[in-house]
């Protein structure tokens, strides 16, 4: 099976690991697929397109969500959010297997000799941003994205674990994989290229930016006008401090603590945001109603490394965790002895403890101290600097689990 790309179009930014063994591997998967989609949407050329370009789209969304990598996210009155974001792009448009070299792969192929260059990409990228905010928007005139997206979000779930989970080595191959996926599908479809080109870019560009958040229509609760009002007021700090020091349930109405839980989410924000203020690292909060957690993002260099480090306050106990993400993943085929060694590090270990996912070998090293009494600076520092220690110490030995 023959994959056509172009290889010069950009430069890359970062670099994704495949070999031509693995590309082969891939196209052979893609085939399966895309001939499941073929079958599924015989009589419907344009709905088998966009359900091909929705699920590139949703995967790259998905390779940055796994890969703890950072959105840049739009909050729309209507409580509707929207993800946008370098990493994503990397997925869509900055490396020689996105989805967007896999299009213009078909282009190419498509119109050798022709002379032709393809859709004008930023007149694209500028009508998807105007799209999103329209809420009367409908993808190829006809479809409701968030039809398109749950459709997708089924189709990703139910193809997940015999397909998708099993074929693909890491998240950074699933973009390429359905990548792939549309370039085949397109090749079977008769109609002029440069218009099958852009009905893909139309639909994978904004269901890439969609989660589960994006299709809350409803009206915004009064507490969300009262911020929003407060923001146009210049009052940005009441505004901040209404959605930081608060949880919120899917209607937006605030959800209740008691006195003990108010006192320490603030003293635990608080204590967090004068450490990253004093030490001037730039961060993300994140707020979790499921869980009732407030997670404060940031990356440093450890041991010449960038580390994603979380700093996590927890309502239900009263707990504030600093977790490291390593930024070596296990090889799968050493698990074991991943296992083995990192119950070596752990022994004796007053605080902390390393951990591994081993469905994606992602190392974590995780510490954690009761908060019944309070919030104690101190007890935070000591907690980050000792951790952070321990992983600088056995980084090098980290990056062999990898290889």
Known sequence: MELYNNFNRTEEKKKVLLTEDDINRLSQYAGQISKMFAEVKKDKPLERLLLAAGM??????????????????????????FYFGDALNFYLLENKYSVYYMLMGYYDRQMAGSGGIGP????????????ISNTDYRISGKYDPKD??????????GIYDNMTGKWCKNPD????????????????????????????????????KMDEDSLNTGKPASLAEEIQKAVKEGDVEK??????????????????????QQKFLKEGIDTAREFFKENEIPITLSSDSNEMSKTME???SIAGEVTTVWFKVCMKPLLFSIV??????????????????????????PTGSFHIDPSDGQI???????????????????????????????MSKFKEFSE
């Open 56 to 81: 590139a789209g949703h995967a790259c969304h998905l390779a940055v969500k796994h890969n703890r990598e950072r959105f840049e996210i739009v909050g729309y009155d209507d409580g509707r959010k």
């Open 120 to 131: 004008d990409m930023r007149e694209i990228l500028a009508e998807n941003i105007k799209n």
């Open 148 to 157: 398109i997206y749950k459709e997708v979000t089924e189709c990703w779930n």
């Open 173 to 208: 191959e699933w973009p390429v994989l359905f990548g792939i996926v549309l370039q085949l599908t397109l090749f079977r479809i008769s109609a002029p290229p440069e218009e099958l080109v852009k009905k893909a870019l139309e639909c994978l560009m904004y269901i890439s």
């Open 239 to 260: 505004a901040g401090n209404e959605l930081i020091y608060r949880f919120f349930d899917s209607a937006n109405n605030i959800i209740p603590l008691d006195e003990a």
């Open 298 to 300: 940031f990356k440093i």
């Open 324 to 349: 490291f993400f390593i930024p070596y993943k296990a090889n799968p085929l050493k698990i074991n002895q991943v296992c083995t060694e990192i119950c070596k590090m752990n022994f004796g270990r």
């Open 364 to 394: 974590l090293n995780i510490s954690s101290f009761p908060c019944y009494n309070g919030m104690s600076k101190d007890n935070l520092i000591m907690l980050f600097i000792h951790n952070m220690k321990i992983v600088a110490a056995n």
